[in-house]
């Protein structure tokens, strides 16, 4: 099996050479993203091709469900590079309808460690079980909650320090709320993009 992925990447830097013989003599020299991705760990979401970008054109961070959360270190240190030395102008929060993340954070069943990191989903749910209750159906719902917790982890971006820094010196930056469809390959903007500080009162 490896043999083969690594016959796959073999032909992949051909077929990009072929394409422009100097694609990788740029890419070694330069990384100038102006998009950040925060998205699912999910192998059926495949950042870059989603939106047609070659490599080198997104910076990209990707966990269980597409956290954001402030006291994790890994996403913080993604978020700071992307904002202050790369300057990207756009983060953009990605989730996807169906997410298993998602679905186990509320099933009751137990599954160690991941319980603790989905913890935040829970809580979005509680938060919501008003408007998540009135869904009837359970596929609905969990599509629903897919998206309320995008629009969660917007606000935790948009509300982190070295974001509102970034726009305290004029900086460029807004932050995107999206969810992807398995089904059709299309991506939901949900319209809750900031772009400002004054904007992030509005998610609720």
């Known amino acids: 099996m490896l043999e083969q992925l690594k016959s796959n990447n073999r032909a992949w830097a051909e077929r990009m050479i072929s394409a422009d013989a100097g694609f990788f003599r740029r890419l070694e ?3 100038a993203p102006e998009y950040l991705w925060i ?3 999910d192998s059926r979401v495949p950042a870059n091709e989603i939106v047609g970008l070659d490599p080198g054109e997104l910076f990209v961070h990707r966990n269980v469900a597409n956290l954001a959360p402030p006291q994790d270190a890994n996403y913080l240190s993604v978020l700071q590079f992307a904002v202050d030395v790369i300057k990207v102008k756009h983060v953009m929060v990605v989730g996807h309808y169906g997410c298993g993340g998602v679905a186990a954070a ?12 989905l913890h935040p989903i829970r809580e979005v749910a ?3 079980r008003n408007t998540l209750e009135a869904i009837p159906e359970a596929r609905a719902r969990l599509n629903r909650l897919c998206e309320l917790n995008v629009i ?6 948009a509300s982190d320090v070295f974001v509102q820094d970034a726009w305290a010196r004029g ?10 469809s ?7 903007d949900l319209n809750v993009t900031v772009s400002c500080l004054q904007e992030i009162e509005r998610l609720g």
């Open 152 to 157: 969660r982890q917007v606000r935790n971006v």
């Open 126 to 128: 509680h938060e919501h």
């Open 106 to 117: 509320v099933d009751g069943q137990r599954r160690g460690l991941v319980d603790h990191w």
């Open 171 to 180: 900086q460029t930056l807004s932050v995107h709320g999206w969810v992807y």
């Open 29 to 31: 020299h330069q990384q």
């Open 39 to 41: 998205g699912c760990s």
């Open 182 to 188: 398995l089904a059709n390959g299309l991506v939901n």
